[in-house]
């Protein structure tokens, strides 16, 4: 069962902060975020263990809230080249790995 | 340099044949994905192996078949039986991380199969 992502998509203007959210129905062990730029494969963003921790890459980070199963990414001071499809992907045991819908980001100047 | 390959990139076929997508990894990963990507659905999961000679179905398994007869390699087989085969195929691996269970890792992925059955 795929997670739950939301927004499907989201404009911003140069420099704006957004927030996507990550929800699932079955326990997690693991969330998983990746970015697709049209016509390219997935490229890997952060991943977050149990433990309700908080990850950073440059200027996105991520929590993981593991009792509500739930994961929030955020981007902050959005750059043009943060455009693209984001993807949270939920681990589940013995090396299972299952991707949302995904939400569409386009930055523009 | 270690990565994973797909291949063709693009394959047109006729209604009704059966087709085996390739993908090849030199990373040393135990885990291999094959997922489809339509608009507006994201990418489903069809199979994943854990390890050699043992593979699962995923969510939408049907009218495909795979193999895991070498821990490189993970071809995909879209069968006659899909209904609708038509689509952008990726391929994953990863490695995986043990603690009470095996939680999979950061995952790689192929650039992608555009399958267009005709």
């Known amino acids: 069962q795929q997670p739950v992502q939301s927004p499907q998509a989201v404009i911003l203007r140069e420099g704006e902060d957004a927030v996507i959210n990550c929800s699932s129905s079955?326990?997690?062990?693991?969330v998983h975020w990746y970015r697709q730029k049209h016509g390219e494969a997935p490229v890997f963003l952060m991943i977050?263990?149990?433990?309700?921790e908080q990850k950073g890459h440059d200027k996105i980070s991520a929590s993981f809230n593991e009792k509500k199963q739930q994961s929030s990414l955020y981007l902050t001071a959005s750059q043009l080249s943060y455009s693209g499809t984001y993807f949270c992907?939920?681990?589940?045991?013995?090396?299972?790995?299952?991707f949302g819908k995904g939400t569409l980001l386009t930055v523009n100047p | 340099d270690g990565g994973i390959t797909q291949s063709p990139k693009y394959l047109f076929r006729k209604e009704g044949q059966n087709v085996t997508l390739s993908c090849e990894q030199n990373?040393?990963?135990?885990?291999m994905y094959w997922y489809r990507q339509d608009p507006g659905q994201g990418l489903r999961l069809i199979y994943y192996?854990?390890?050699?000679?043992?593979?699962q179905k995923g969510d939408i398994a049907e009218g495909y078949s795979v193999s895991r007869e070498k821990k490189e390699s993970f071809p995909l087989t879209v069968t006659s039986a899909q209904k609708n085969p038509t689509a952008f195929y990726l391929c994953?691996?990863?490695?995986?991380?043990?603690?009470?269970?095996?939680?999979?890792?950061?995952?790689?992925f192929g650039q992608g199969t555009r399958l267009t059955v005709v």
């Open positions: 994953a691996s990863s490695i995986g991380r043990a603690g009470g269970s095996v939680v999979p890792t950061e995952a790689f």
């Open positions: 079955k326990a997690l062990y693991s």
């Open positions: 977050l263990l149990k433990g309700g």
């Open positions: 992907g939920t681990g589940g045991s013995n090396y299972k790995l299952t």
């Open positions: 990373l040393n990963h135990d885990a």
């Open positions: 192996s854990q390890i050699v000679n043992d593979f």
